[in-house]
């Protein structure tokens, strides 16, 4: 199984500032021989269920504004939140959808600082 | 508009069964993998299975495998969660999920209470 490995387990930004989040699989998700690595992030508010914001890595879900970005490949990968907004705050899971189990990572809370 | 709601949750004792459904509305139902994803209490989230969009093809985290069958109805627009053998461990919200490049589509979820 592939484990995702989410770093820092919660994070405290000002307003307006850079949020960073990382996320580490212990195998290379890409997709057979597809280019594509497949790992998508989620932001949970609570008693909400989990939304889409990114996937491939890097391409952004329809309607999420575009402070939120992704990057990374192979098993390294990063989601930015460029100027953390309040509306932010939330927890933020990584996920791989290359080989089942479909596995997420333990989950960072980000907060205001 | 795309919707996935959930039904089935309940309360049940150790070792009981339950099933849980899920219906589809606002896109092909059929043309779609679907999933479903647990989360516990205060915990995070849990891919629990998988069902590819003819229903031929499923997977499942080893912890459910032999206990718990996913299936699917195209001509209802459901897919179900047949849940055996329940453990205190199961005890969590269900969510029922479509997959694209992601999973970008979640029911509110339905709570299943594993408790004596």
């Known amino acids: 199984d592939i484990v995702m490995t989410q770093s820092p387990d919660s994070l405290a930004v000002s307003l307006g500032e850079r949020a960073t989040i990382n996320c580490k699989s212990s195998?290379?998700?890409?997709?057979?021989?597809?280019?594509?690595?497949?790992l998508s992030w989620y932001q949970q508010k609570p008693g909400q269920p989990p939304k889409l914001l990114i996937y491939?890595?890097?391409t952004r879900e329809s309607g999420v504004p575009d402070r939120f970005s992704g990057s990374g490949s192979g098993t390294d990968f990063t989601l930015t939140i460029s100027s953390l907004q309040a509306e932010d705050v939330a927890v933020y899971y990584c996920?791989?959808?290359?080989?089942?189990?479909?596995?997420f990572g333990g989950g960072t809370r980000v907060e205001i600082k | 508009e795309v919707q996935l709601v959930e039904s089935g949750g309940g309360l049940v004792q150790p070792g009981g069964s339950l099933r849980l459904s899920c219906v589809g509305s606002g896109f092909t139902f059929s043309g779609y993998w679907m999933h479903w994803v647990r989360q516990a209490p205060g915990k995070g989230l849990e891919w629990v299975s998988h069902?590819?969009?003819?229903?031929?093809?499923?997977t499942y985290v080893d912890s459910v495998k032999g206990r718990f069958t996913i299936s699917r109805d195209n001509a209802r627009n459901k897919v179900y969660l047949q849940m055996n053998s329940l453990r205190a461990e199961d005890t969590a919200v269900y969510y029922c999920?479509?997959?694209?490049?992601?999973?970008?589509?979640w029911g509110q979820g339905t709570l299943v209470t594993v408790s004596s």
């Open positions: 996920q791989q959808f290359s080989s089942s189990p479909y596995t």
């Open positions: 069902i590819n969009t003819g229903g031929d093809s499923t």
């Open positions: 491939w890595a890097s």
């Open positions: 195998q290379n998700v890409l997709y057979n021989s597809n280019t594509r690595s497949h």
């Open positions: 999920v479509r997959s694209r490049g992601g999973f970008d589509y």
